[in-house]
C-alpha cells in the first residue's frame, strides 16, 4: 500500500525503542496502517483491526523473529 503521501497523522508506536527501530502507525478508513518510520516512502501494511490484533500478537510472542546463529 501506498500510503506514504495520501495518510496524515503518522503517530509513532509507543512500544517502538529509542534506537532506530521504530514503527509508525495511521488509521486509512477502517484499516490501521503501519510503516518502518525510517523508510517512509516504502510502503505499509493496511490491516483491518482484527488482522492488526493477530499480527501484533504474533510479533510479541516472537513468530517473525529470525533464529540467532549457533542455535
Known sequence: MDTSTRVSGWRKSSR?????TCVELAWVG???AIRDSK?????A??????QSADFFTSVK???????????
Open 45 to 50: 501494511l493496511a490491516l483491518t483491526p482484527s
Open 39 to 43: 523508510a517512509p516512502g516504502a510502503g
Open 61 to 71: 510472542a516472537g513468530r517473525f523473529d529470525r533464529p540467532r546463529r549457533g542455535r
Open 30 to 32: 477502517d484499516a490501521q
Open 16 to 20: 517502538s525503542a529509542n534506537n532506530g
